[in-house]
């Protein structure tokens, strides 16, 4: 240890006790400003609950209200492109043809079946006429021959009756035998005729079964002929189906933004659907779709018909647009957590593009109870950090940072760091440190 001499030893220890002195009297007199200085007089301020309409501001996109990628059916060479992109075209106009000659042949051997199978099918109807004559001949000629059975048994009858009398003649001998003999024969002969006529009668019935058969067949091959027709005819009907394909037509009214043939491509038929580059791309934007993806924090806030105020960077000096939300998912996309939101809006001009960005502030319908604070009771930071002046039941200020939410412009929503009911400072333009005594004005 470094030794000094004692002149020297004396001198350090004088000054020490010196500095020491000065540094007790410095603290004395701090402290005795402190006790001499009055308390601040400050307005106290509360923390207050109240019914609050939410607002979210996000980006915001424009979509087409319909997008529509047309690819081929058929697959052919393109004999005419009708379209470029920046058109502007109605519903069923033709973009674009395909030619198709393959499908043209086929649709001629088609109608060539279709004019068979109707020869066929009047064929049919012929023949049932046939047979229905047939059928009317045959009933006719029962009909006679059961007439003259009616005839034939009168006669057999009245024959039948003049033998009886003939007989009883004979036998008291008032005639000869031999008339009876006559009698007798014209009797069987009358006899026999009936027979005829019956068997007549059931060559008649017959006749009329088989006629009958006859027209169940002709109505069979009919029936075959019509069916064969019919198919042919759904064939052919199914062909011009196809056929219709050849033509890329505009399912609705929009706007060519894509194309991706020129006369004399080769396309083929897509398989699938949405495989392969599309021939072309139509948007309809007479009216837009905005979509906008709302926070987890206030997605079950949404509702249908909330307003949406919305501003593009393109139209800076035009007024806000004006919407309502019109459909969202319900749901949260699981990679960015939020909820997709839809507001359609009016494009008759054109002068929204789908693909614009901009801003979309929704003002939630549904209100929530939040803790607010007048925005004069706020201050900020440098770096932006929101904090009050939190005063005890001591009337000592504590410096308290604040999550902020909701600001109206006049009170805003204090998310963390004081709690309803919590005495702060108002506005006032001194500045204080933690620790510090105040004398409030109100309670």
Do not use: W
Not at 41 to 63: K, Y
Not at 121 to 128: D, F, L, Q, S, V
Not at 313 to 324: M, T, V
Not at 413 to 420: K, R, S, T
Request: neutral net charge; proline residues 5%.
């Amino acid at each position: 240890m470094m030794s000094y001499p004692p002149l020297m030893t004396r001198c350090i220890s004088t000054l020490c006790l010196t500095a020491a002195l000065t540094g007790c009297s410095r603290e004395t007199e701090v402290s005795l400003q402190k006790k001499s200085t009055p308390p601040v007089p400050v307005e106290m301020i509360s923390v207050t609950q109240e019914q609050v309409t939410r607002t979210t501001t996000q980006p915001a996109t424009i979509l087409p209200y319909y997008k529509a990628e047309l690819r081929a059916k058929v697959s052919g060479y393109v004999s005419e492109v009708k379209a470029d992109i920046g058109d502007y075209v109605k519903q069923g106009t033709v973009l674009a043809t395909i030619d198709v000659p393959e499908l043209q042949k086929q649709r001629l051997v088609l109608q060539a079946q279709v004019v068979r199978y109707e020869s066929e099918e009047k064929r049919a109807e012929a023949g049932i006429e046939l047979s229905q004559a047939d059928v009317q001949a045959a009933e006719a000629r029962l009909a006679q021959s059961k007439s003259e059975l009616n005839r034939v048994k009168a006669v057999v009858a009245a024959a039948e009756a003049e033998f009886a009398r003939t007989s009883d003649l004979v036998k008291r001998r008032s005639l000869e035998s031999r008339v009876l003999d006559e009698v007798r024969k014209k009797r069987d002969s009358e006899l026999a005729n009936q027979q005829s006529v019956n068997s007549a009668i059931n060559s008649a019935m017959a006749e009329v079964v088989v006629a009958k058969a006859k027209q169940k067949s002709a109505q069979a091959d009919l029936q075959a002929a019509q069916a064969q027709t019919s198919i042919a005819r759904r064939q052919l009907e199914e062909l011009d189906v196809l056929l219709a394909y050849s033509q890329i037509k505009a399912p609705f009214a929009g706007m060519i933004t894509a194309r991706s043939i020129d006369p004399g491509d080769l396309v083929r038929e897509a398989n699938e659907v949405g495989k392969g580059e599309p021939l072309f791309v139509i948007d309809q934007i007479e009216q837009v779709r905005i979509q906008i993806p709302v926070p987890e924090a206030e997605a079950a806030l949404v509702n249908r018909g909330d307003q949406v105020t919305l501003r593009f960077p393109s139209f800076a000096g035009e007024a806000e647009l004006k919407a309502k939300v019109s459909r969202f998912t319900g749901a949260l996309d699981p990679h960015t957590r939020t909820m997709l939101v839809e507001a359609d809006v009016p494009n008759r001009d054109r002068k929204l593009l789908p693909g614009m960005f901009g801003q979309a502030t929704i003002t939630l319908s549904a209100q929530i109870t939040a803790s607010t604070l007048p925005s004069r009771a706020i201050r900020y930071e440098s770096s932006g950090q929101a904090y009050v002046y939190a005063v005890n039941d001591d009337d000592v200020v504590s410096i308290v940072q604040v999550s902020t939410g909701i600001d109206n412009g006049q009170s805003i929503e204090i998310l963390a760091g004081i709690v309803p009911g919590q005495k702060v400072i108002d506005a006032h333009l001194k500045r204080f440190q933690s620790g510090d005594k105040v004398a409030p004005l109100n309670r």
